[in-house]
C-alpha cells in the first residue's frame, strides 16, 4: 500500500454541507489572529472542532432482511410505546419508539434504517427545548420520513434541539433507498426518533451507544415478535 493510499483510508471524509462552515471558521481565524496572535490559535481550534463535527466516515450496513439499524450516531435516551406525530400519518395507536440522542461531538449524518419507498417527508416548525426531553418529540422542530417495503413502515423523526438550528433532508418523496444510505444530518446536536411497527421487541438498551447504519436497533423478523409484526396491507 502507498503512503498516498494510507493517507487517504486514515482521513475521514467530510460532508459537503460542512464547506461553508469550515470556510468561515477559517476566515475568522485569520481576522482573530491578525487582531491578536493568541486568538489565532483559539480560532484554529475551532475549525478543526466544526470539520471533526462534518466528519462522514463510511459505514458498513449488516444485509440481513428484517434488520432495522441506527440512523444516527448517538446514545439511546428514550424507548417505549408512543403516538407518532400527526403529520406522518402513521395511525394514533402507540407504536414502539426508540429516540437516539445526538451530542455535539456525535458524527451528524443521518442513514436509513432499513431500504425501502420513501412515501412521506413531513416537516413542522416548532421550538428548540433540550432534545433529550420526552417533550421534544412533539414541541421541537422536525423533519419526518415514512420508509415502506414490503415488509414494514417505519417512521423515522429529525429532531431539532437546543443548540440545533438547521435540519436538512437530502431525499424526497418517491425516492428508493438503501438500508444505511445518507438521508440528512441536523446541524449542531439533536436527536433521531424511529417509530417500529407495533409488537417490535428493541434489540438496545437506554443509555447504549449507538453507530449509524450498522448498530441494529430491532429485527422485524424476530419470531418473538411474531415473525414480521406488521405488514403493509
Same mark, same amino acid.
Given at each position: 500500500?502507498?503512503?498516498?493510499?494510507?493517507?487517504?483510508?486514515?482521513?475521514?471524509?467530510?460532508?459537503?454541507?460542512?464547506?461553508?462552515?469550515?470556510?468561515?471558521?477559517?476566515?475568522?481565524?485569520?481576522?482573530?489572529?491578525?487582531?491578536?496572535?493568541?486568538?489565532?490559535?483559539?480560532?484554529?481550534?475551532?475549525?478543526?472542532?466544526?470539520?471533526?463535527?462534518?466528519?462522514?466516515?463510511?459505514?458498513?450496513?449488516?444485509?440481513?432482511?428484517?434488520?432495522?439499524?441506527?440512523?444516527?450516531?448517538?446514545?439511546?435516551?428514550?424507548?417505549?410505546?408512543?403516538?407518532?406525530?400527526?403529520?406522518?400519518?402513521?395511525?394514533?395507536?402507540?407504536?414502539?419508539?426508540?429516540?437516539?440522542?445526538? *451530542?455535539?461531538?456525535?458524527?451528524? $449524518?443521518?442513514? !436509513?434504517?432499513?431500504?425501502? %419507498?420513501?412515501?412521506?417527508?413531513?416537516? #413542522?416548525? =416548532?421550538?428548540?427545548?433540550?432534545?433529550?426531553?420526552?417533550?421534544?418529540?412533539?414541541?421541537?422542530?422536525?423533519?419526518?420520513?415514512?420508509?415502506?417495503?414490503? *415488509?414494514?413502515?417505519?417512521?423515522? $423523526?429529525?429532531? !431539532?434541539?437546543?443548540?440545533? %438550528?438547521?435540519?436538512?433532508?437530502?431525499? #424526497?418523496? =418517491?425516492?428508493?433507498?438503501?438500508?444505511?444510505?445518507?438521508?440528512?444530518?441536523?446541524?449542531?446536536?439533536?436527536?433521531?426518533?424511529?417509530?417500529?411497527?407495533?409488537?417490535?421487541?428493541?434489540?438496545?438498551?437506554?443509555?447504549?451507544?449507538?453507530?449509524?447504519?450498522?448498530?441494529?436497533?430491532?429485527?422485524?423478523?424476530?419470531?418473538?415478535?411474531?415473525?414480521?409484526?406488521?405488514?403493509?396491507?
Amino acid at each position: 500500500m502507498s503512503l498516498a493510499d494510507s493517507i487517504s483510508k486514515t482521513l475521514v471524509p467530510i460532508h459537503k454541507e460542512g464547506y461553508p462552515f469550515i470556510a468561515i471558521a477559517a476566515v475568522l481565524t485569520i481576522v482573530l489572529g491578525w487582531i491578536w496572535s493568541p486568538l489565532f490559535w483559539i480560532g484554529l481550534i475551532l475549525t478543526g472542532w466544526v470539520c471533526y463535527f462534518f466528519r462522514d466516515p463510511p459505514r458498513v450496513t449488516p444485509v440481513v432482511e428484517g434488520l432495522v439499524v441506527s440512523p444516527a450516531d448517538g446514545t439511546v435516551c428514550l424507548m417505549g410505546s408512543a403516538v407518532p406525530p400527526r403529520e406522518l400519518d402513521l395511525g394514533d395507536q402507540p407504536l414502539m419508539r426508540i429516540c437516539i440522542f445526538m *451530542n455535539v461531538f456525535n458524527c451528524h $449524518v443521518n442513514r !436509513a434504517p432499513i431500504a425501502g %419507498r420513501i412515501v412521506r417527508v413531513a416537516y #413542522k416548525a =416548532g421550538k428548540f427545548v433540550n432534545a433529550e426531553l420526552d417533550k421534544a418529540s412533539e414541541h421541537n422542530e422536525r423533519n419526518g420520513l415514512i420508509i415502506e417495503n414490503d *415488509n414494514a413502515r417505519i417512521g423515522v $423523526v429529525q429532531i !431539532a434541539g437546543l443548540v440545533a %438550528r438547521r435540519i436538512v433532508c437530502f431525499v #424526497k418523496e =418517491g425516492e428508493n433507498i438503501s438500508a444505511g444510505d445518507r438521508f440528512g444530518l441536523i446541524r449542531f446536536g439533536s436527536r433521531l426518533d424511529v417509530y417500529l411497527p407495533q409488537g417490535t421487541k428493541p434489540k438496545v438498551a437506554l443509555g447504549q451507544t449507538m453507530i449509524a447504519g450498522e448498530s441494529v436497533l430491532a429485527n422485524l423478523k424476530d419470531e418473538e415478535a411474531g415473525d414480521i409484526v406488521a405488514r403493509v396491507s
